[in-house]
């Protein structure tokens, strides 16, 4: 389960950039981890913080842990999520 939640961090890192338009600069990132994950990864959670640091590369971030998770896409019932990593890009 650590090895799915490292994972999971470096794939929403990698899901973030690929929503970001063509010859366009990232100025920087958010970085939102649910506290759970911290308890889930324990002294494996600098893994996690690394993981998105390898896709972000040289690019500034700033993260935080949250409790409670709440987003929600058009037809879902539930908008409460667990143990999640968002991440938020700054366009330049």
């Known amino acids: 389960e650590e ?3 490292i994972e999971s961090t470096r794939q929403a890192a990698e899901m973030a950039f ?3 338009p063509k010859r366009t600069q990232v100025a920087g990132a958010l970085i939102f981890d649910c506290s759970s994950r911290t308890m889930i990864l324990q002294e494996e959670f600098s893994k996690a913080i690394e993981s ?3 896709v972000l590369g040289s690019i500034p971030f ?3 842990e949250t409790y409670g998770d709440i987003a929600m896409d058009k037809g879902q019932l539930s908008g409460f999520h667990n143990a999640t990593t968002v991440i938020m ?4």
């Open 62 to 64: 700033i993260g935080c």
């Open 18 to 20: 690929k929503l970001v």
């Open 52 to 54: 998105s640091q390898k």
């Open 89 to 92: 890009l700054f366009l330049s």
């Open 3 to 5: 090895k799915d939640q």
